[in-house]
């Protein structure tokens, strides 16, 4: 299966061959909603290719990122389920085309048994996502939007490995729970600044 050996080294290899026989290959478009909060959480899902990102939705539609999900990650929630099917607190789409592992919650309950490896994956796959929570929290309650800003860019940079983000002003006020305005106010301010290039389809990090 594609990349399991690369993307998970220290998995026993009895294991990267249940995750083969047993996971369902799933590939899906940019723009698909993966798990939809309130949805009953049958399956783990992992990223072997492509981008998934994870945000909090209120009611009226409106959207916080958290974090995104990269190649060899897992979604943490769906990582410690079990048969109960707990539903999701959270919403789950790709930002690229992605390939995904799907796998039924009935294997992955036996594995934390059975696999020293596999839990100590889900472990330190908790230990990152909430570091991450962390650096989300401290930028809410101790920084200003504008602080907020060049972090969320920061960190699309960090996550992308790229300076140039195909990212609309649109698109980040819903992540950062704003207004389009005020944040092509502030994206203004940072060009002026000489920290970022404001391009046709996107923004350009020039240094943050």
């Not at 050996?5 to 940019?30: C, I, M, N, S, Y």
């Not at 945000?55 to 943490?76: I, K, S, T, V």
């Not at 200003?144 to 790229?162: A, C, I, K, Q, V």
Request: with cysteine; aromatic share 8%; charged share 30%.
């Amino acid at each position: 299966m594609t990349n399991l050996r690369e993307l998970f080294p220290d998995l026993e290899e009895a294991l990267r061959t249940e995750l083969e026989h047993k996971g369902r290959l799933l590939q899906v478009p940019a723009g698909k909603v993966l798990l939809q909060t309130g949805q009953n959480i049958r399956n783990t899902i992992i990223v072997l290719d492509g981008l998934v990102k994870l945000f909090r939705e209120d009611e009226e539609g409106n959207e916080f990122f958290m974090y995104h999900l990269q190649p060899g990650d897992g979604c943490a929630l769906s990582l410690i389920c079990d048969r109960t099917h707990r539903s999701s607190a959270v919403t789950a789409k790709a930002v690229t085309d992605a390939t995904l592992l799907v796998v039924p919650l009935e294997h992955t309950e036996n594995w934390m048994r059975d696999y020293r490896t596999w839990y100590y994956f889900v472990i330190s796959t908790y230990r990152k996502r909430y570091e991450e929570l962390l650096e989300t929290i401290d930028s809410i309650a101790f920084k200003n939007l504008d602080e907020r800003l060049e972090f969320y860019l920061r960190r699309h940079r960090d996550t992308l490995g790229t300076n140039v983000l195909e990212i609309t002003n649109t698109e980040i006020a819903h992540e950062l729970n704003s207004s389009r305005e005020v944040i092509s106010r502030l994206m203004k301010k940072l060009a002026e600044a000489g920290k970022v290039r404001l391009l046709k389809n996107g923004i350009e990090i020039v240094k943050l």
